[in-house]
């Protein structure tokens, strides 16, 4: 088999075919980092550059009967981190019926630009392009029969060309907005029924602004594909016999392949003992008072305080979720045969997953779970990174809520309810309210500080604003600065943290905003967080790379070694993966390597992990001098994990 790259170039609609040996690419991110490092050299380059080819792949186990093998990657330089980074959707390479593994998006078209892409039943591969007035884009994403965004981009890419999705069922993966005017562009994609949107299956690779990078250095608004040609016969043969896969995980692991598929999967599935499941259901019994909250600023309040904010979350946010999506087993998959069924679905429509209903819910000091619905499908309308849009408009409340910004100065009549110790579930309403007008005119860019934050990133615009409003920063005694939490990058580059309070979310590894660290609730000696974290990094890359949802990791991390040996003759999986890390790092090092954080809240972050996570040295440490010893922590972890990725 060879790796199998169709290449499409925007500015000069043209496209080749070329494939790559499977010694040095083996997926979207293999390709990925090599296309960036030794062909673009966008380390270089601007961010929107003609030349950061967005990378849109699968992995080599598309087209087997493996579950969860149909992810759809996406490899760009961020305009956030300034760094190369990787962003993922759910199934959306189960449609892809076309004899190639990825596409590479390439040249810059003054005019908006839809790309189809086609493929016949014998392999071949052909390419159009439609071009759209961009006052019509906008007119589209305004509204298009009765749909709004990157829902109306969808239909109004079928109902452009509606024989190219009944040849072959087909899909697109669109931008919205939020591509066009912020530097938090999201790629969305939803499965299509003769046409029509269903409503749940809709996922988004949003981490790290694909979306932007895909409209602002390209000029592509979507890229719709369909095909007939059948990917199983590229695929080992033994892997699309599920009867034979049965018998492989037996010898491999000591039982069925579909019992490992579902008991690795019960979290995300449906788990007896919380009787709930999916990642909303799951992680807020696990977290509890460890919550992210109130723009973190619950890492300062007291635990009475925070066991009051936790009881009303579960009430108004966690028991009508399990009442509507767990009770009524409303769930779907992500566009391909799962026996998971992570997809969590409320009244037909609201997909409720962990990460974009926290962001926009108990981060913003919205609780109740039908305000946050409509903001969360508002993000994913606009074409937003909710969890990036989460952290931002949690900021923008904070700098409200402590007078550091005036109401009017973002386009609002009022301030949030944004005080914890006085919060009531009753004021969700109206902070929704105000975050659905902050998402709308920086999703327009309608209001000047609003697009400054969305363009230039939450760290370069809170820098900005503390020059901006000097006077009031020294007035309030507080900095711009000091009220988000972000891992940072060179002079520039940064990204929100998940929702998880750890270390390992903004400890300096060379790609963050994922899950390639480790991201338990622990606080460990620096170096044996480093080697921890350098183990799951190169373990989650693997898992990228294949292709794999990382909800299947539990079986797939044990097999696919063995899978790619026994199989593919690859018998270097691991010794490959750590190359790949490592070449990854080497191009971060040029302007977007990790930075020792700026924020005080990140080190207060940092400092009260310490003792919520029982470290009874550092709490110490850290009470008698929290800034050099989180210094210390910093410096010690980056040199640990540098010494492990460049001597493996």
Not at 464 to 478: H, N, T
Not at 586 to 605: C, I, M, N
Request: proline fraction near 5%; glycine fraction near 8%; aromatic fraction near 14%.
């Amino acid at each position: 088999m060879k790796y199998r790259v169709l290449f499409v170039n925007a500015g000069s609609k043209s496209t080749s075919i070329k494939e790559f040996d499977l010694s040095e690419v083996r997926g979207p991110v293999s390709l990925g980092v090599k296309l960036h490092r030794e062909v673009y050299e966008t380390w270089r380059k601007p961010v929107y550059h003609p030349d950061n080819a967005l990378i849109l792949g699968a992995g080599i186990l598309a087209g087997s009967k493996l579950y969860g093998t149909h992810r759809l990657v996406a490899v760009f330089k961020s305009p956030l981190t300034r760094g190369l980074h990787v962003a993922a959707m759910g199934g959306a390479a189960y449609q892809l019926a076309v004899r190639i593994h990825a596409i590479v998006v390439e040249g810059y078209s003054s005019r908006p630009l839809i790309l189809y892409v086609r493929g016949d039943e014998s392999g071949n591969v052909d390419v159009s392009f439609k071009e759209v007035d961009e006052r019509r884009l906008e007119e589209v994403w305004r509204g298009y029969k009765g749909l709004k965004g990157t829902y109306a981009l969808t239909k109004f890419i079928v109902d452009e060309n509606p024989e190219f999705f009944k040849a072959g069922g087909g899909r697109a993966v669109v931008v919205g907005p939020a591509a066009k005017y912020t530097s938090m562009g999201a790629l969305f994609s939803a499965t299509l029924f003769n046409g029509e949107i269903d409503y749940g299956s809709e996922d988004l690779a949003a981490r790290g602004g694909p979306g932007s990078v895909l409209y602002r250095a390209h000029g592509v608004a979507g890229i719709a594909y369909t095909g007939r040609f059948d990917r199983s016969t590229e695929a080992p043969r033994e892997l699309v016999d599920l009867k034979y896969v049965n018998e492989y995980s037996l010898k491999k692991l000591g039982k069925p392949y579909i019992n490992i598929v579902i008991e690795s999967g019960t979290k995300y599935r449906y788990d007896i003992k919380l009787n709930t499941g999916g990642t909303f259901g799951s992680n807020y019994p696990h977290l509890r008072t460890q919550t992210p909250m109130f723009n973190w600023n619950m890492i300062y309040l007291p635990q009475d305080v925070r066991e009051r904010l936790f009881n009303i979350l579960m009430k108004h946010y966690w028991e009508p979720f399990n009442k509507e999506a767990i009770e009524t087993k409303s769930w779907k998959t992500c566009g391909e045969p799962c026996p998971i069924a992570c997809k969590k679905v409320r009244k037909g429509r609201f997909k409720t997953d962990y990460e974009p209903y926290n962001g926009l819910g108990p981060m913003i000091g919205v609780f109740d779970l039908h305000e946050a619905e409509r903001l969360v499908e508002l993000s994913d309308a606009l074409g937003f990174d909710a969890i990036e849009l989460g952290n931002v408009v949690a900021f923008v409340f904070d700098a409200l809520e402590k007078g550091l910004l005036r109401p009017e100065e973002v386009s609002l009549h009022t301030k949030p309810y944004f005080n914890p110790s006085t919060y009531s579930v009753e004021y969700s309403r109206v902070n929704a309210d105000l975050a659905e007008k902050i998402i709308e005119s920086m999703a327009w860019g309608s209001n000047p500080l609003l697009r400054l934050i969305g363009e230039k990133g939450l760290r370069s615009a809170a820098k900005a604003m503390d020059i901006l409003y000097k006077e009031r920063v020294e007035e309030k005694g507080v900095r711009f600065i000091d009220l988000p939490v972000y891992a940072s990058f060179g002079e520039e580059g940064h990204i929100t943290p998940n929702y998880y309070w750890t270390p390992g979310m903004v400890a300096p590894l060379p790609v963050l905003g994922r899950y390639w660290t480790l991201y338990s609730g622990v606080f460990l000696e620096p170096e044996e967080y480093a080697a921890k974290s350098y183990e799951r990094a190169v373990m989650e890359l693997m898992i990228d790379d294949s292709g794999v949802c990382r909800f299947h990791r539990g079986w797939a991390e044990k097999l696919l070694p063995s899978i790619y040996e026994d199989f593919y003759g690859l018998k270097d999986v691991a010794a490959f993966y750590k190359k790949v890390y490592r070449d990854l790092a080497e191009y971060q090092s040029h302007g977007a390597e990790p930075t020792l954080w700026e924020s005080r809240k990140v080190f207060d972050y940092m400092a009260r992990a310490a003792g919520e996570y029982g470290n009874k040295t550092w709490s110490e440490k850290v009470s008698a001098d929290e800034f050099n010893s989180i210094a210390e922590w910093w410096a010690r972890f980056k040199a640990r994990f540098t010494q492990l990725v460049y001597s493996a």
